[in-house]
């Protein structure tokens, strides 16, 4: 009985990994280069079925106004992806202030 659990866990689990990589497919198709990282509940494993699919871009394209880059993630998204954008300058500038420990764990898609 565990096993057919932990087999429909990991089905739920292959799901959201597929959307999360469909929207990357997305990004990389509307902007080239893109890096995207899956992190949060998903990665950890540990989701639920309110769960969003926390994933960062990171892409040298993505419009440089806060609001407009959020328009644009949101727009190639159809689902339950929850995405953050940032340029590689953004990137470096966080991650050398220790600032992105929340991705800790992230998968790159």
Do not use: C, H
Not at 84 to 95: D, H, I, N, Q, V
């Amino acid at each position: 009985m565990a096993w057919k659990a932990l087999e429909g866990r990991r089905a739920e689990w292959e799901s959201l990994l597929d959307e999360a990589k469909a929207f990357a497919q997305r990004v990389r198709q509307a902007l080239g280069e893109a890096q995207v990282y899956l992190y949060g509940s998903v990665a950890r494993g540990v989701f639920n079925v309110e769960s969003d699919i926390d994933l960062l871009v990171v892409s040298p394209r993505l419009p440089e106004d806060p609001l407009e880059r959020f328009t644009f993630l949101q727009r190639l998204n159809p689902g339950r992806v929850e995405a953050r954008g940032l340029t590689p300058e953004e990137f470096a500038r966080l991650r050398a202030k220790g600032a992105l420990w929340w991705l800790e764990g992230a998968l790159e898609l």
